[in-house]
């Protein structure tokens, strides 16, 4: 058996800790305690240990692959897609048998990086990526079978989700290819699973488990008791799956469009402990057709149409200098088209009209939407999520970050106390609520304020920083004017070097990082703060417009690197998309800590990233190219092979 990824050991003692206090010891209702997204977490080291009986039996992973070439007569020539593929047992052992177009996807990075170092060290050719089934990002009909092995259907709290997942199924398969199905006998679970039961899962750990029916019947709701023979409790966590029969899953199938479903009959495993098998015990094995018809693809000969979403330069905007679009916007706005226009294989067109905004989406016959509406809808910043939310409920496809991350970010407290929780160094930080009393202020001099909500360096002017009671106070007095209820932050002023770490591309099909960037405040007129705050980004007149340079950093390789670490973390867990920017800090004992995450940060040419990008060489339209590429690959549209023009003394 391959060896297990370890753990950290300091990850798995915090887990430990954690998991401990959690612990709930005896409850009634297994079903209240169910978290509606239990599988984002579960799937982990312990899950291959206490199922590691049957997901980690090679004998049965080749029993299981029989049954699947003996139902579905694939070939090693046909294109495979293993949905839900785990630790991807199934895709190698294809591999083994000669199949050289595999492709695994699985929710679980702990399982996908196994299934990739599993892989590697076979030299088997197959590929694994994150992803999440309802949303398969992967070309249409260009598989002829997918498969959904080892009982892993019917996760999800709504049979919605469920039927998500096989309509994204459908549209991955060819005209004529099957899925495959291996899921729950639901109707001899019903009656025949195991109420409690505890079983050794090696020298050291055992398990105790509980079972019982949700209130519908229509799901078993599982409960697993982790204890270590020395550390105690180190889990307690619970999962559920849907227990669908063949009438079920066959009105299923058919709603979601397939034909010709087929059972093939059950399958009955027995495991090395041969105790406890739980959900694996009996299964169903049912396939089913994709249909004929019509691909929507692009002919060879055309461009992809991307709508490029943009504020409205007729509509006020309360961040902009003077409360409007100027020249300098749209100076901006043109200098991006004529860096789009260099690109070859695509057509932009432009909707900066927000008065008829849905109304013109919902026409819209692009392949993708390029969102670059970072003054939000009707040009009011706290309205940024509202437009890839309206994206989501069109089913458009879209470039950035969607409407959750969006609004976690613009909270600046939250996103520090999430880098805080995954010991990413922060500043010393006070939150202080619109009645909270002076008496109650921090006495770390200098500080730095600035209004918890919002985005743009609103609020963060010169006379930001302050270096007494005095100065404080009086800061707040200003906030409170102008900004009212808002919460506002005084974060301890970091007074080291700047710097920036540019991401672009995704988790799952992985990062194309920017030349880390230092801010260069050697030309600012003395007295003035070192801060990249409102002016340096809307007063063309100001000096923090004018007299702030960008350069290569100058770090450690180490010190690089860990940056980049924190950057690619922080992504993953806000749920950034596409591209994103991160903000560090050196305080004046050296610590390098986080200023502000940067979703959907400025796309503009004068902005970080273009400079960023001009460090490794990259004009503005490749920079641009790189974010849609990177877009355009998530939501699996197809792009043109051919890249940017290049321009005479460019």
Known sequence: MTEILPVPPAQTQRRARQNARAFLGPIADLESHLPAEWWRDLFDELYLKSDGDVVENAELTRVEIDRLIEATAVTPKDRVLDVCCGQGRHSLELARRGFRQVRGIDRSRYLIRLARQR???AKMPVEFNEGDARVLRVPEMAHDLVMLMGNSFGYFASEDDDLKVLKRTLRALAPGGRIYLDLTDGDWMRENFERRSWEWIDQHHFVCRERSLSADGSR???REVFVHDE????????????????????????????????????????????????????????????????????????????????????????????????????????????ALSELDGYNFTYLDNHTNLDASLERSAAGMVLNLCDEGWNNNARFELHVPARLDLLGLPYSGAGPA??????????????AASMDIPVPAETFLRAGDQAATLPGIFPALLK??????????GRDAVVRNTAELIQRIETLRREFGQTPILIQEFLTGTEYTVGLIGNPAQGFHVLPVLEVDYGRLPEGLPRILGYEAKFEPESPYWNDIAYVEADLEPEARQELIGHAERLFERLGCRDYARFDFRAGADGQIKLLEANPNPGWCWDGKMN?????????????????????????????PDRRVRTRRGA
């Open 231 to 338: 550390r105690g409790v180190i889990a307690d966590q619970f999962y559920a799956e849907r227990l669908y029969n063949r009438a079920s899953i066959g009105k299923l199938l058919e709603q979601a469009g397939f034909r010709d479903i087929r059972y093939h009959g059950r399958l009955s495993v027995d495991s090395s402990r041969n105790q406890d098998l739980g959900m694996m015990a009996h299964r169903e094995i049912v396939t089913a057709v994709a249909p004929r018809r019509t691909p929507k693809r692009r002919s060879a000969g055309r461009t992809l149409e991307v709508l490029v979403l943009m504020g409205d330069p007729a509509l006020p905007d309360e961040v902009k200098r003077n409360g409007r679009f100027n020249a300098e916007d749209l100076a901006t706005v043109a200098k991006l088209k004529d």
């Open 220 to 222: 078993l709701i599982s």
């Open 119 to 121: 892989s590697e060290a």
């Open 451 to 460: 209004p918890n909500f919002g985005d743009n360096s609103v609020g963060i």
């Open 405 to 418: 991350c969006l609004a976690a970010c613009y909270d600046k407290a939250l996103v520090r106390a999430v």
């Open 611 to 639: 400079h960023a990008a001009g460090l490794e060489g990259l004009r503005y339209a490749e920079l641009l190219e790189l974010i849609v590429r990177a877009a355009a690959q998530r939501n699996g549209v197809e792009t």
